[in-house]
């Protein structure tokens, strides 16, 4: 039985930070972009954001991201809008109240680990596509599932299950993702 | 195809199952959801609400099954050319999907969702187990006889593995995750009917829509934005899928969230809570206070035996304490404050002001984002101009001024005891004005 008002800064403060740093570095930055990079900041760089992805066939989600994005809109703290070209999707941008909920969650954004995550995340993933980042996303759910059930994953597997989860990426595509995912030790498998 | 039973169902008419379904549904662990109840102590504010997990489930695997056929009938062609689905391998889905809705509900704890929050912690995500933990290993250790070995599963084999692979989102489920959104997902089967059926049995019409027209609107489309396989609904369904949305935003407001119902979910855990201990405290479980996890046949046993009429009689016998007799007298925590359903961030700083002033009076703090059912914005993909050239996949609420409109419900509520009632109203009261004179 919950007995305090536990408001969730640190949450709301974080995709108010996300939003600002990469203004200057996506023209992506979405609810897509969103999803998949608080996934990558929980999942590669184990910085606690408080979500619980689950996988789909659009990659892993949480719709309580949704909800909080919801809300920071709702106090002006950043702009989401439909994008009207043939991909469709959002943008979200930051406005001037973008700072405002800083404040409340200083200590988890300033903690060396989350200032390093958040770095390493923006120059890695920041200027990906959706469709990037959703492939990306979706590996690195499948190689750690292997991992976590303790299962071997050798580049084969993980290569043919991510290809019927995504059938619409081709083999090159997928290959070039798990290798680079790899290369830079997030994730692992077995020659 | 051998006999088939028809149960009658005051939402869909007849159910239909076949001889493999209904030994399925005869096992003792399906039975056992015929006293789970789908609202918990929600009867303390509507009296009619005393349906079961049984009815629910027999009506997803109805609903799924007939969204499954129509996205079948009308996208087998797309399935098989843009998503590599073969022929067979779509039989042996909808037999997966049937099953799957069928025992989604299997592992709810007594009065359903509310005794969720008595569930213990996966050592290995260190987050608690859901309910559909519960189900997932539930299928596997107990049910596998009847799942795997019945004459028709020669056609299929299907595994309980598969099952609970289903239910738990594995990856290995591959490119049939795709239908893992007819069960948990924005269009999903379960909510297609709890809405429905809880609506008809607690006597309001918050819940309803057009499911008929939900379902003959219902396809698969590709994201263009993320190249992915979507469920989406074609335009001409649009008003289906914004009246399924209302239906879920009117029943959180009105019913899953409303402020005595909710009360009661949180007495009913805490008397559940102290029934745990007092039955596990010579146990060796490291939490004493949660439900045995299922992480062994032992444990899963033990969880089973848990459901609302043992938690009745316990609470009968008056062995469930305090909150055992809240239930009993009906004399519920009030609730003193409440923030607006989209607080603002002053609204959510007064309501902690306002709980640390009340200090040792509160008696339990409700969040909306913590509660089942939550009311979310999550979008519905729109599938514009179906089967054109020019064929387009949207977001509903691009086209929907309704449900752009409507935001996740993020209310915070603060309960204090009957008997600090006026006493708490006051301290919120000039909390409330101290904080408005201070600005």
């Known amino acids: 039985m919950n007995i305090t008002v536990d408001i969730p800064w640190k949450r709301y403060a974080l995709i108010a930070e996300l939003t600002k740093r990469l203004d200057s570095v996506s023209l992506h930055f979405g609810k897509t972009a969103l999803q998949k990079l608080v996934f990558f900041l929980q999942e590669i760089y184990q910085v606690d954001c408080g979500y619980d992805f689950e996988l789909y066939t659009y990659g892993p989600y949480d719709s309580q991201l949704v909800s909080d994005l919801d809300l920071i809109e709702h106090w002006g703290c950043v702009s989401v809008t439909h994008v009207n070209d043939m991909l469709g999707g959002y943008r979200i941008r930051p406005t001037e109240a973008v700072d405002s909920i800083r404040g409340k969650a200083a200590e988890f954004l300033d903690h060396e680990k989350t200032k390093q995550a958040l770095e390493d995340l923006v120059l890695t993933y920041g200027s990906m596509t959706a469709r990037d980042l959703e492939l990306r996303a979706t590996t690195v759910y499948v190689a750690r599932n292997f991992q976590r059930k303790g299962e071997t994953a050798t580049i084969e597997k993980i290569c043919r299950l991510v290809a019927q989860i995504k059938p619409k990426f081709t083999a090159d595509e997928i290959k070039q993702a798990v290798v680079e995912l790899s290369e830079k030790r997030h994730i692992q498998f077995t020659e | ?439």
């Open chain 2, 1 to 439: 195809m051998g006999k088939i039973t028809e149960i009658r169902d005051p939402i869909h008419g007849f159910i239909t199952l076949n001889e493999w379904e209904r030994d399925i549904v005869n096992h003792p662990v399906f039975q056992r959801l015929r006293r789970i109840r789908q609202l918990g102590f929600t009867d303390m504010v509507y009296p009619a609400a005393m349906h079961n997990r049984f009815e629910h489930s027999l009506g997803v695997m109805q609903v799924a099954t007939r969204m499954f056929d129509h996205i079948h009938e009308r996208r087998g062609n797309f399935l098989k050319a843009e998503l590599d689905f073969k022929e067979d391998e779509l039989g042996r889905d909808r037999v997966l999907v049937r099953m799957s809705s069928l025992l989604h509900d299997l592992g709810h704890a007594p009065f359903s969702h509310a005794a969720e929050g008595l569930m213990d912690k996966d050592s290995s995500t260190e987050k608690p187990f859901k309910h559909e933990h519960y189900s997932a290993v539930i299928v596997c250790m107990l049910m596998q006889d009847v799942i795997e070995n019945h004459p028709f599963n020669q056609k299929y084999d299907i595994k309980a593995k598969d099952i609970s692979d289903f239910l738990n989102g594995e990856a290995s489920l591959g490119r049939s995750l795709l239908w893992r959104s007819l069960v948990s997902g924005q269009l999903d089967a379960d909510r297609a009917d709890y809405l429905l059926r809880d609506s008809h049995h607690i006597g309001v019409a918050y819940g309803s829509y057009d499911l008929h027209r939900l379902i003959a609107t219902l396809t698969v489309a590709i994201d263009p934005e993320t190249s992915s396989a979507v469920l989406a609904v074609e335009e001409g369904g649009e008003h289906a899928a914004e009246a399924l949305i209302i239906a879920r935003y009117m029943m959180f407001t009105q019913v899953y969230f409303q402020r005595t119902r909710r009360a009661y979910d949180q007495h009913s855990v805490e008397a559940i809570k102290h029934l745990l201990y007092d039955h596990q405290k010579q146990s060796n479980l490291a939490n004493k206070n949660a439900f045995p996890p299922p992480t062994c046949k032992v444990h899963v046993d033990d969880y089973l035996k848990w459901d609302d009429w043992r938690v009745f009689g316990l609470i009968n016998e008056g062995k469930a304490g305090d909150h055992g007799s809240i239930l009993m007298e009906r004399k519920h925590h009030r609730a003193v404050f409440e923030t607006p359903e989209i607080p603002s961030a002053a609204d959510q700083e007064l309501a902690q002001e306002i709980q640390e002033a009340l200090g040792d009076d509160v008696g339990f703090v409700d969040c909306a984002s913590n509660s089942w059912y939550k009311f979310d914005s999550a979008d519905v993909p729109l599938l514009l101009r179906p089967g054109e050239r020019d064929e387009k996949l949207t977001a509903l609420s691009t086209c929907s001024s309704v449900v752009n409109g409507l935001k996740a419900v993020e209310r915070t509520r603060i309960y204090v005891p009957l008997d600090k009632k006026e006493k708490a109203r006051d301290t919120v009261a000039n909390t409330r004005y101290e904080k408005e004179k201070s600005l």
